[in-house]
Structures are given as structure tokens and as C-alpha cells.
């Protein structure tokens, strides 16, 4: 994958402006991922709901073969705006160094009203 951050946009933080993927890739989306464990328990709290989600992506990535490598764009979805830095240390200690392209948002709720921080994801893998 091809990396894209010109110097005419402003430089990202922990996320690149553009990922260009080869031709013939294998492409993976991923619906979003939310801070409940697989026996359906809900995490308590930002930092544990952020870490499970990260959790859940990373095994529908391994069930596909693909890792965090493979991630292409993230979609993240905050319930509070003060979680921000919070969902941010968690997300870094799942990506590491990867940087694909990124969006954060913040909504009023998510689909069920005890959910604080949701994840998306598309992975391609040649």
C-alpha cells in the first residue's frame, strides 16, 4: 500500500491523508465493532469499551487472515467529546506505528445507549 500525505495538507497525527491499495487486493469491510466481549458482557468505561473494540476488530481481521497492517481506513464514532484523548492512547496501543486513513466523530449516541465508542475498518491485503 502506497501512503499519501502531501505537503500542500496540513501533516496528520496518527493517521495518514490517503492509502492507495495495489490492484487485484483482497478488500475487508468491517461492520462496527463495540466494547462487548464475545460472552455479549459490556465493558465499563471508555478506556475498557475503546480496548475491547479494538479487540473485536483485531479478531474479524485474524478470522480473515489479515492483521492491522492490512488497515486501509478507520471510522470511529465517540459518544463524549472529553473521551477523545482517552479513545486516542487506547486506539495507539492497538495500531502501533500503522497509520491508515482515519475519521473520528462525535454523535449524540450510538445504537444502544450504554455504547461510549464505536470502531469501523476496511483492510485490503494483495
Do not use: C
Amino acid at each position: 500500500m502506497k501512503i499519501h500525505n502531501p505537503s500542500s495538507v496540513h501533516p496528520g497525527g496518527t493517521y495518514s491523508h490517503g492509502i492507495e491499495v495495489p490492484p487485484n487486493a483482497r478488500w475487508l469491510y468491517i461492520s462496527g465493532q463495540v466494547g462487548v466481549d464475545a460472552a455479549g458482557k459490556m465493558k465499563d468505561g471508555v478506556e475498557a469499551q475503546t480496548d475491547q473494540a479494538w479487540q473485536n476488530l483485531k479478531s474479524v481481521l485474524a478470522a480473515a487472515g489479515m492483521s492491522m497492517e492490512n488497515v486501509v481506513k478507520i471510522t470511529s464514532f465517540l459518544v463524549d467529546e472529553n473521551s477523545i484523548e482517552a479513545y486516542r492512547k487506547g486506539r495507539g496501543a492497538h495500531m502501533g506505528e500503522h497509520r491508515p486513513a482515519s475519521t473520528l466523530v462525535i454523535v449524540k449516541r450510538l445504537a444502544q445507549p450504554t455504547w461510549l465508542v464505536e470502531v469501523e475498518a476496511v483492510a485490503a491485503k494483495t
